[in-house]
T-cell receptor
């Protein structure tokens, strides 16, 4: 069956450092992968989408990589700030022609001043 | 800006009551989704719809039904609420875009408590 794993439930880092979050998947052949941010008591907010034929995507301090051979995506936040503290979710489409996204359980990032 | 609104932020209902959760989006999106989110279980898809009057079951449809009579509105119905349906309910919408759907836009969520 299809499975998505975000390796850490929680990650604590010092302000100014780079946070790296991992998303691994099995039994999928996604066309793209997405990352969302969720603050407590709120709905997720879309951050970045990376397609299967893209290796890397950047947006301001965010960088996402996508390795379809390793079946893994890495999500980096450089020069992290306390305001980056949130839960980050990865999500994959369920395959060609599917309207569904399947979400990982998320990694709760805490940036310590 | 895409806006997805949900009818209530907090809702308390009794066991056996019929519960309606409403979701409205203002960006003419074709696809709409209902999820529930529980600690340790993450986001799980209940139902989705890719067109008016069309619906498809997600991963956990049991105990729920949906209605989409207008493009902008997607309703989730709990026919007879039970305590195990206490959860955060999130609605989302997305655009079809080049034959594949893209990012989802979420509403603020409804925290439902069934007593």
């Amino acid at each position: 069956s299809q499975k998505i794993e975000q390796n850490s439930e929680a990650l604590n880092i010092q302000e100014g450092k780079t946070a790296t979050l991992t998303c691994n998947y099995t039994n999928y052949s996604p066309a793209y992968l997405q990352w969302y941010r969720q603050d407590p008591g709120r709905g997720p907010v879309f951050l970045l989408l990376i397609r299967e034929n893209e290796k890397e995507k950047r947006k301001e301090r965010l960088k996402v990589t996508f390795d379809t051979t390793l079946k893994q995506s890495l999500f980096h936040i450089t020069a992290s700030q306390p305001a980056d503290s949130a839960t980050y979710l990865c999500a994959l489409d369920s395959g060609a022609g599917s309207y569904q996204l399947t979400f990982g359980k998320g990694t709760k990032l805490s940036v310590i001043p | 800006d895409v806006k997805v609104t949900q009818s209530s932020r907090y809702l308390v209902k009794r066991t056996g009551e019929k519960v309606f959760l409403e979701c409205v989006q203002d960006m003419d999106h074709e696809n709409m989704f209902w999820y529930r989110q529980d600690p340790g279980l993450g986001l799980r898809l209940i139902y989705f719809s890719y067109d008016v009057k069309m619906k498809e079951k997600g991963d956990i449809p049991e105990g729920y039904s949906v209605s989409r009579e207008k493009k902008e509105r997607f309703s989730l119905i709990l026919e007879s609420a039970s305590t195990n349906q206490t959860s955060m309910y999130l609605c989302a919408s997305s655009s079809l875009g080049q034959g594949r759907f893209y990012e989802q836009y979420f509403g603020p969520g409804t925290r439902l408590t069934v007593t």
